[in-house]
C-alpha cells in the first residue's frame, strides 16, 4: 500500500509536470503547422514573455497600482511585447527566407535564439525575478487511503487547469474562426493557400503571436514555478521529446506527449534512478521519444509522411 | 583572367580526375599549406608580427584547426549524407574519454564472468585513433534510426546521443578514473619518442592530422562512396532505386563522420585543453559545429574550414571591440550585445546566402575568370 501510494503520488506528480512541458510544446506545434519552421526559439520567447510580465508587474506594483489591475496591465504589455517580436520575426528573419529548406529555416531561429536571449535580457535585466501568480503550496489527498496520502502541488493543477483552457480556446480558434481556417490552409499547402487569397505573412504573424501568448502563458506557470531568469530557456530543450513523441503536427500530440514524457521521468527517476545513478531525467525522456520514433516515425499523432518521386 | 585554366590540356584520365585539375588551385594550395607548414613556426619562433606572442598561436590558430577537422566530419554527415545531426558534441566527447581511457590503460572487470578485460597503457597516436573509432562504433549505433527517421526529428533524434553521453561522462566513474573532481588530465604528448610541448610543437601536431583527413576526406566525398552518401542527401527514394543502398550509405556516412568528429575530439582534449570535463563537449559545442558547417556551405571541405574560421573569431572580435574602442559598458551588457550581434550576423547571412561561404567562393571563382570583363 505504502509502494502503491508512492507510485500515485510519483505518477499524478509526473502527468502534472507533464502537462506544463505540454504548455512549451504547443506553441512549437503551432509554428510547425503553420508555417513548417522548427522553431528553436520557443525558450526564448518564454523567457522574454516572463521577464516582461514580471518585470512591468514589479514596476505597476512598485508605482501603488492595485494589484488586480496591474497583473492584467503587464499581462496586456507582455502581449504586446509578444506581438513586437513576432512581427520582427515575421519581417526581418522568415520573410525573406521564404521557400529555404528546413535546416536553414532551423538554423535561423537559433540565430533568432541568441538575439532574444540578449535582448530581452538587456532590456529587461538579467537576475532572478520571482513571480507569484499561483499558489504553490501543496494538498494532501486520499489520507485515509494512503498513509500520508498523496501530496499534489496546486501550481501544478492550475498549470493543467490553464493547458485545458489553451487547447481548448485553440481548439475553437482552429476549428470556427476564419483566421483559424486560413491558418490550416496554409499548413496544408502554402501555394495553393496562397492562390486562394490567403496573405501568407499576415497568417504567419498570426501564427508566431499565438505562439508567443502560448508562451506567455507558459510564462506565467514556469515562472512562478522557477523564478523568471535565464534557465527557463532550456525548457525548450524539454519539450522537444515531447514534440517527437506525441508529432509536430498534433495539438492533441503535444499533451499525450507532454504526459508521457512528464510520468515516464519521473517514474524513471523514482524507482529506476537510484539503481544506475541519479539525473537519468537528464535524457530519459529523448531515449524514450527514440524509442516511439523506431516504431513510428512521425510520432504518436503526427501526420503520415507520405513521400513522392 | 587571373584564374583561366585555358591551356591545361587534360592527355590522361589520371590527370582529368585529378584532385585539383586546376594548375591555379595546385599553386595556391601548395602555398597555403607550405604557409602553414613552414611560415608560420618561423613567424612564431622569431616573434615576427603578428606571431609576436603565442597568443594567436594558442588561442585561435590551435582550436580552428580541430574545430575544422570536426566541421569536416559533421559536414560528410549533415553536408554530403544530409542527416542532420544535433549531437556531434557527444562523439567528440566519445572521441576524447575514449582516447583518455586507452591512454592511461582499461581495467574493465566483468563480474558475471569471472574476469576482467586489462589493456596497458597505450601509445598517445594509437589511443587517439582508437578513441576515433570508437566514436566511429557508436556513430554507427545511433546512425541505425536514420534509416527510419528523417529530416528534423532525425536531428532531435540525435540529441538523445548527446544528453545521454552528457550524462554518462558526468556519472560513471569509470570514465573518468575515479577523478572526485570530474575533470580529467590527458597524458603526455609522445609521439614515437618525440613529446610536444610547446604551442608551435602543438599547432604542428594538429595541422599534420587536419591536413591528412582533410585530404582523405576530399577523396572520400569525390569517390564511389561519396556520391552515394549525395544520392542519398538528394533523394533517398531515387537512390534506392537506382541501387543504392540506403543501409551501407547511412552508416558509413555515420562512421566516418564520427570517426574524423572523434579525432578532432580527441585532439580538442588532449592538444587544446590538456586537462577537461564534459562541459567541454556540451550541446553548445554541437550547434557550434552546426553553424560552422551551415554558415561555411553544406557539401564543402573548404566551407567547412571558412565556417570553423568565422564562427570561432567572430566572439573573439566582438569581445575585443567594444575594449578596443574603449566604450564604458558593463562586462554584462557586453555579454548580452555579443549574443545580439552574434545571432543577427547569422541571420543576416542565412538570409543572404543560404549556401554558405563556400558558394561565395565558386562565385567568386567565377567572376575570376572573367575578370577584367563583366561577362
Avoid at chain 1, 6 to 33: M, N, P, R, T, W
Avoid at chain 1, 76 to 82: E, T
Avoid at chain 1, 234 to 256: D, N, Q, R
Avoid at chain 2, 293 to 304: E, F, Q
Wanted: hydrophobic share 60%.
Amino acid at each position: 500500500m505504502v509502494l502503491l501510494g508512492q507510485f500515485l503520488e510519483v505518477l499524478v506528480g509526473g502527468l502534472l509536470a507533464g502537462v506544463l512541458y505540454s504548455l512549451v510544446a504547443l506553441g512549437f506545434v503551432l509554428i510547425f503547422k503553420a508555417s513548417g519552421v522548427f522553431n528553436f526559439a520557443q525558450g526564448a520567447m518564454v523567457l522574454l514573455a516572463g521577464l516582461a510580465l514580471v518585470r512591468s508587474l514589479d514596476f505597476l506594483v512598485a508605482r501603488g497600482f492595485p494589484l488586480w489591475s496591474s497583473i492584467i496591465l503587464a499581462l496586456c504589455f507582455a502581449g504586446v511585447i509578444m506581438a513586437i517580436t513576432a512581427w520582427l520575426i515575421e519581417r526581418f528573419v522568415l520573410g525573406p527566407l521564404v521557400n529555404q529548406d528546413g535546416l536553414t529555416l532551423f538554423m535561423s531561429t537559433i540565430g533568432a535564439t541568441f538575439i532574444l536571449e540578449g535582448a530581452s535580457q538587456m532590456i529587461f535585466g538579467s537576475d532572478v525575478y520571482p513571480l507569484r501568480l499561483f499558489p504553490t503550496d501543496a494538498w494532501f489527498l486520499f489520507e485515509g487511503l494512503f498513509p500520508g496520502g498523496i501530496l499534489v502541488n496546486k501550481l501544478d493543477v492550475w498549470g493543467g487547469f490553464i493547458a485545458g483552457i489553451l487547447v481548448a480556446g485553440l481548439a475553437v480558434f482552429f476549428q470556427r474562426t476564419k483566421t483559424g481556417r486560413a491558418l490550416r490552409a496554409v499548413a496544408d499547402d502554402h501555394a495553393a493557400a496562397q492562390s486562394v487569397g490567403i496573405p501568407i505573412s499576415w497568417i504567419w504573424f498570426v501564427v508566431w503571436l499565438v505562439a508567443g501568448l502560448v508562451a506567455l502563458v507558459a510564462a506565467t506557470v514556469w515562472g512562478t514555478k522557477l523564478g523568471v531568469q535565464f534557465s527557463i530557456t532550456f525548457l525548450a530543450l524539454k519539450a522537444l521529446p515531447v514534440l517527437i513523441i506525441g508529432g509536430f503536427t498534433s495539438v492533441p500530440g503535444a499533451i499525450v506527449g507532454g504526459l508521457i514524457v512528464g510520468a515516464g521521468e519521473k517514474i524513471a527517476e523514482v524507482f529506476l534512478g537510484p539503481h544506475i545513478g541519479g539525473g537519468i531525467e537528464y535524457w530519459f525522456a529523448y531515449v524514450l521519444a527514440l524509442a516511439v520514433l523506431l516504431v513510428r516515425p512521425q510520432g504518436l499523432f503526427g501526420e503520415r509522411i507520405i513521400e513522392r518521386i | 583572367m587571373l584564374y583561366r585554366e585555358a591551356g591545361q590540356f587534360k592527355t590522361t584520365y589520371a590527370a582529368d580526375m585529378a584532385i585539383f585539375p586546376i594548375r591555379q588551385d595546385r599553386v595556391a594550395l601548395a602555398l597555403l599549406l607550405a604557409f602553414a607548414f613552414v611560415g608560420v613556426p618561423l613567424l612564431s619562433t622569431y616573434h615576427i608580427w603578428p606571431l609576436g606572442s603565442d597568443y594567436l598561436l594558442r588561442a585561435i590558430l590551435l582550436p580552428f584547426l580541430i574545430l575544422a577537422l570536426a566541421a569536416i566530419g559533421v559536414n560528410i554527415l549533415v553536408g554530403y549524407c544530409g542527416q542532420i545531426s544535433l549531437g556531434s558534441g557527444a562523439f567528440m566527447a566519445i572521441g576524447a574519454y575514449s582516447a583518455y581511457k586507452f591512454g592511461t590503460g582499461v581495467h574493465l572487470p566483468i563480474a558475471w564472468l569471472g574476469t576482467e578485460i586489462s589493456i596497458a597503457p597505450l601509445p598517445v597516436l594509437a589511443s587517439i585513433l582508437l578513441g576515433g573509432l570508437m566514436a566511429a562504433i557508436v556513430g554507427i549505433l545511433f546512425g541505425i534510426p536514420s534509416l527510419r527517421i528523417k529530416g528534423l526529428y532525425l536531428a532531435v533524434a540525435t540529441l538523445a546521443a548527446q544528453f545521454f553521453f552528457d550524462w554518462v561522462f558526468l556519472r560513471v566513474k569509470w570514465f573518468t578514473n575515479y577523478a572526485p573532481s570530474g575533470s580529467v588530465n590527458a597524458p603526455d604528448l609522445n609521439f614515437f619518442g618525440v613529446t610536444f610541448h610547446t604551442p608551435i610543437e602543438r599547432y604542428l601536431l594538429c595541422l599534420i592530422f587536419v591536413t591528412v583527413f582533410a585530404f582523405m576526406a576530399k577523396n572520400l566525398v569525390r569517390g564511389n562512396l561519396g556520391r552515394q552518401w549525395m544520392a542519398i542527401r538528394d533523394m533517398d527514394i531515387a537512390a534506392e532505386l537506382m541501387g543504392i543502398r540506403p543501409l551501407y550509405a547511412k552508416l558509413t556516412a555515420f562512421a566516418v563522420s564520427s570517426f574524423i568528429v572523434g579525432i578532432a575530439g580527441a585532439l580538442w582534449a588532449f592538444v587544446y585543453l590538456g586537462s577537461w570535463e564534459p562541459l567541454a563537449f556540451s550541446i553548445d559545442r554541437s550547434l557550434q559545429l552546426l553553424f560552422m558547417v551551415i554558415i561555411g556551405g553544406l557539401g564543402s571541405i573548404l566551407g567547412s574550414f571558412l565556417g570553423a574560421g568565422f564562427i570561432l573569431i567572430l566572439p573573439i572580435m566582438l569581445n575585443l571591440i567594444p575594449t578596443e574602442l574603449g566604450v564604458p559598458l558593463s562586462t554584462e551588457t557586453i555579454t548580452h550585445l555579443e549574443f545580439i550581434i552574434f545571432g543577427s550576423i547569422i541571420c543576416y547571412l542565412l538570409i543572404k546566402e543560404p549556401h554558405g561561404f563556400a558558394r561565395l567562393w565558386s562565385i567568386g571563382k567565377e567572376k575570376l575568370r572573367l575578370w577584367p570583363f563583366p561577362y
